[in-house]
């Protein structure tokens, strides 16, 4: 079942000189299996729409619905909430617990479980962040930055969501880190859980995402697949964001002539274009 989000608003401060119209009138749907990228310039509203994903914000007008519920409803909402797993920017800052295992069970603990359920789930959880055994017994403190990345994610797939929420999971991540990133929330969408990831970065959203929404102001201006996307570089430099860069290569291969497809926009999609303009040359020699 999906998640339904309808004319969606939310205003901070009401009433008041200081009134902002964060976000303004969204309606979108994330179905099962998606992957979605949600990009937009720092300020059009990505972290306060993905905060009404689990109700961590009640909206100004709108509903949110997961699987047919409104999560908003007093009394209604628990069971649709924990469906969806948000995981902040910086997560880490999450991290509280005296070890790595105390941590990633907090949240099944607090939902009653019997100790071997919660064993269960904690264990579960990170062995598919990658954390080694050696590291569950630690203090979350004591791990590198891209181990409490993983530790803190970890806490909240112990939840067991069926959506995963994700604010700029690379963010701070050196590049050998951004790469393992991409590919654990790639391993977890192959796995079935359904993905929205917040990013500044056009290329992992271009790399991952099979549906891309682009906020800006406030309101939804985009929702369609990445190749839709990134053919109108002129449209997204005028919300103020670019283009992955193998599509910027893209533009550039075709000001000199190559005549490139507009829907190749990663670097595998130009070489699989310039082998066969290759193969096709050779053949014709």
């Known amino acids: 079942m999906p998640i339904e989000v309808k004319h969606l608003t939310h205003i901070y401060a009401p009433g008041t000189p200081f009134e902002s119209r964060a976000v303004d009138d969204v309606s979108f749907t994330v179905n099962d299996g998606d992957f979605v990228g949600l990009i937009g310039h720092t300020g059009s509203g990505k972290s306060t729409l993905i905060q009404h994903l689990n109700a961590l914000l009640k909206p100004a007008g709108g509903q949110v619905l ?4 409104d999560i908003h409803q007093p009394g209604r909402s628990l069971s649709a909430r924990l469906k969806v797993g948000l995981v902040f920017q910086y997560p880490e800052y999450q991290l509280f617990e005296e ?5 990633v069970g907090f949240g099944p603990r607090n939902l009653g479980l019997s100790d071997a359920e919660v064993d269960a789930r904690v264990s579960e959880a990170l062995r598919r962040v990658g954390l080694s055994e050696g590291d569950w017994e ?4 004591e791990l590198s930055g891209g181990q409490k990345r993983r530790a803190a994610i970890a806490g909240v797939l112990a939840m067991r969501p069926e959506f995963l929420v994700l604010d700029e999971p690379a963010a701070g991540l ?7 990133m991409r590919a654990l929330v790639n391993s ?4 079935g859980t359904t993905v929205i990831m917040v990013s500044h970065s056009m290329d992992d959203v271009a790399t991952l995402c099979n549906r891309i929404l682009v906020m800006n102001g406030g309101r939804l201006e985009m929702d369609a697949a990445p190749a839709e996307v ?7 430099r005028a919300m103020h964001l670019d283009l992955p860069g193998a599509a910027r290569l893209r533009d ?14 990663t670097v595998e999609r130009i070489a699989e274009e310039l082998l066969k303009r290759l193969k096709k040359g050779t053949e014709t020699c």
């Open 66 to 69: 997961v699987d047919g519920e």
């Open 99 to 103: 070890t790595v295992r105390k941590d």
């Open 138 to 141: 630690k203090s979350p403190f």
């Open 174 to 180: 050196d590049p050998a880190g951004r790469s393992s």
């Open 188 to 191: 977890l969408h192959a796995d």
């Open 230 to 236: 990134f053919r109108q570089g002129e449209r997204l």
């Open 252 to 265: 550039k291969l075709n000001a000199d002539g190559f005549d490139l497809p507009a829907d190749v926009f």
